[in-house]
């Protein structure tokens, strides 16, 4: 720097202080006002990340639009656009509690290195996130951190287009520099060359928030644990006058720590102490907003608008020293180089698309699922499109990119880290109907791409039920799927105000085919056996006896069935629809002399509709009917309607809920199900519900239609509470049936 400059050199300096870097912004707005040269800029934290878009070009306006302007509830999170995820994920996601994701894939051949698409350069593509030690132990499986920082990292890859490649930080617009901590080591890492992604993304790797950045056999946390305000780097890189903005907060008192938010920062403040009490005045001008009240997460807008006018006023208190400064300096200059391109406002050319991290097949599959068309610019929103569908499909525990280049066109890089190959589920639940339920599941293989995958389901509670599932997906061709699965059913009916036992066991195997790629439309077709075998201790049992219907019953059938689901929340929904679809045709029984065909069809449709602020209308349609082709062959379970309870399937595989009925019945052949609710949502958590439902059967579908009967109605309210473990509801109903009845519940469904 002394070489380029003729005069005193002026040094930046910003500390941590995550989302209350929003006030270094402002203050630095004030010293671009003023007209003040800046020569080198460090920082660490969140100062590393303001430091290092400040020396790529962008200057506080712009840095006030990306704090302003960035949905930080969803920055801070690796959250994925709903759209994006697979219809079978999303069905897992509403079932499970908890999934721990275990067992790193291993190369045995190495040929997971890199594979290029379109162009290979030949450049150095480790990805610094997949350096893992005892990549095989259960131990090395669990997560670092609440989040990898898979949204920032498309952030910073989106505004540093020109200054990706490995280069020393002297050679951007303003020279840089920023500190991380080394895990390893227990010692700072000093940023002064390499990626400037990797460097901005570890500085701010958040102890437990994010997860650090493995790079070169460092294990890199955010730099406030080593050296929170790092003047001492800008003395020792010639620095004539350091203009310091400083976050920290006041010796924190007992009422002061509350949350989480709190607690990071005190740590992490902890942590950096004796170099903090070193460095802190060594500021030629010293700037410190008043924010005392907020703390590093404190991202929302009110926050942020204030911690920028706060940062600024502070900056203009210090007016007469920033101003000493210029006086010796003269007014700033334009900066030395181009500015970083950010692909959000402005779209740039590639040459081609590499895939680092994964085998050549697995490249290939990704590259089709991420769908990026090469002749055509790409813009931010295009490329994150693509990271959503190549994070969405759960085999890479991340994906990061890169654009390789100063000038266009640049050379597109996805850096892919496998992600644990097996996983393991817990799912809890407890309700009035059946007491309390675990579900365990246990997956194999199933975050591979392709392949065999194995999941295997166990649900314990009164109702049981175990399954397996073997599916083997070969990329361009459907899934081929087999399927065995046991239950065990004991509960109740009723029937004219009678209430009785009924305890049966049932099997199914199935053999399908399936398109396990698509994010909105699940479709099956295939071939199953079912049957069950009623027990003859119960009433159910003895009075189908008595009538001399067959307790054993075995049937051969083909199926189709599927799911559209366009829902924003399984539980809570605001917008959307469900509707999914089964039409199944049993065309033998090898357990009844005399069998005609039987086919049974379902139709289940539910939306979600805006109804004003806070308000949401939710129509549930749904359908059964079982049509018999020859003679009608009474069956006590397969095809015999239900319906009752809040759960569909509790009591036979197409038993459909309906919340006025206590307790489940047998209904004619032919079903509707209808039910509206009206729910509010007055608190971000808790909503409420009033709903009203009512039920039409008949032996006849010509009859259900023409002349349509109201066999049951109902109506009922609802509170519900979102908890991290899954919906806390109240609910109490009448119906003209079965009169009065309440239910409880806690936990997801299944």
């Known amino acids: 720097m002394r070489e380029k400059e003729k005069r005193p050199i002026v040094a930046l300096v910003l500390s941590g202080g995550g989302a209350k870097g929003a006030a270094q912004v402002g203050a630095l707005k004030y010293i671009e006002e003023l007209g003040i040269p800046v020569d080198f800029v460090c920082g660490t934290s969140i100062g590393g990340l303001v430091g290092g878009f400040y020396a790529m070009g962008y200057r506080a306006a712009d840095l006030e639009e990306l704090f302003r302007s960035q949905d930080w509830s969803v920055m801070l999170t690796d959250r994925i656009p709903s759209e994006y995820i697979p219809y079978t994920t999303k069905m897992d996601q509403a079932t499970y509690l908890l999934t721990f994701p275990f067992h790193y894939p291993c190369s045995s051949d190495g040929s997971e290195v890199s594979y290029t698409l379109h162009d290979n350069r030949g450049r150095d593509l480790r990805s610094v996130s997949a350096e893992r030690g005892g990549a095989g132990s259960l131990a090395a499986s669990l997560p670092a951190g609440y989040a990898y920082g898979y949204n920032v990292n498309n952030l910073l890859s989106s505004m540093s287009v020109g200054y990706q490649d490995s280069i020393s930080f002297a050679k951007l617009p303003l020279p840089f520099m920023c500190v991380a901590g080394d895990v390893v080591s227990a010692r700072a890492k000093y940023w002064g060359n390499g990626s400037i992604t990797t460097a901005m993304r570890s500085t701010m790797s958040i102890p437990g928030l994010f997860n650090p950045v493995r790079t070169h056999g460092m294990v890199l946390v955010d730099g406030g644990v080593r050296n929170n305000f790092p003047t001492d780097i800008a003395k020792a890189v010639g620095a004539d006058y350091l203009i310091g903005i400083e976050l920290s907060d006041a010796s924190p008192e007992f009422s002061d720590i509350n949350n989480i938010g709190d607690i990071l920062g005190q740590f992490i403040t902890m942590l950096g102490t004796d ?182 389901r166990a649900r314990i509670a009164q109702n049981l039920k175990f399954s397996a599932h073997y599916s083997l997906d070969m990329a361009n061709l459907p899934t081929l799927n087999v399927t065995a699965a046991m239950e065990r059913y004991r509960g109740h009916l009723a029937d004219n105000g009678v209430r009785y036992d009924m305890a049966y066991r049932a099997h199914h195997e199935d053999f399908y085919l399936s398109g396990l790629d698509w994010t909105r439309l699940d479709i099956r077709a295939g071939v199953t056996n079912h049957g069950y075998i009623i027990s003859p201790d119960t009433y159910f049992g003895k009075l189908l006896d008595s009538e001399h219907i067959p307790l054993v019953a075995d049937y051969l059938g083909t199926y189709l069935r599927g799911n559209l689901y366009t829902l924003d929340n399984y539980y809570f929904p605001t917008r959307g629809i469900s509707l999914s679809w089964r039409a199944l045709y049993d065309f033998l029984s090898p357990t009844t002399r005399e069998f005609s065909p039987i086919l049974t069809g379902c139709l289940d449709f539910r939306a979600a509709i805006p109804a004003g602020k806070n308000l949401t209308f939710i129509p549930d349609l749904r359908l059964r009917t079982i049509s018999h082709f020859g003679e009608e062959v009474i069956d006590g379970v397969s095809h015999t309607n239900f319906v009752g309870g809040m759960l569909p399937a509790r009591c036979a595989e197409d038993q459909l809920p309906f919340f006025g009925l206590n307790d489940i019945v047998a209904t004619g052949d032919y079903l509707i199900d209808a039910v509206a609710t009206l729910r509010w949502n007055p608190l971000s958590s808790l909503y409420v519900s009033a709903m009203g439902g009512f039920l039409i059967h008949d032996n006849s579908i010509g009859a259900l239609f023409s002349h349509p009967i109201f066999d049951t109605w109902a109506l009922g309210a609802e509170a519900a509470y979102n908890t991290i473990a899954g919906p806390v509801r109240a609910s109490f109903h009448w119906s003209n049936t079965q009169g009065w009845g309440a239910h409880l519940s806690f936990g997801f469904d299944f």
């Open 275 to 456: 170099s903090f009490a070193k460095n802190v005045g060594k500021s030629d001008v010293f700037i410190k907003p008043s924010i005392g009240e907020y703390n590093m997460l404190s991202f929302n807008a009110e926050a942020v608008d204030s911690m920028l006018v706060r940062g600024y006023r502070a900056a203009e208190a210090q007016r007469a020293g920033l101003l000493a400064i210029r006086e010796r300096t003269g007014r700033a200059r334009p900066a030395a180089g181009p500015r970083a391109t950010d692909i959000s406002k402005t779209p740039v050319r590639i040459t081609g698309i590499e895939f680092s991290g994964v085998s050549a097949k697995e490249a290939v599959r990704l590259a089709r699922i991420a769908a990026l068309d090469i002749t055509a610019p790409l813009d931010k929103a295009t490329i994150d499109a693509a990271m959503n569908r190549l994070q969405a499909t759960g085999a890479l525990e991340s994906v990061t990119y890169s654009l390789y280049g100063n000038h266009e066109p640049y050379h597109l890089v996805f850096h892919c880290s496998p992600a644990p190959v097996h996983d393991f589920s817990l799912g809890l639940r407890a309700d009035t109907e059946e007491g309390a339920a675990v579900l365990i599941g246990v997956g194999l293989g199933t975050r591979r791409l392709s392949g065999s995958k194995v999941d295997l």
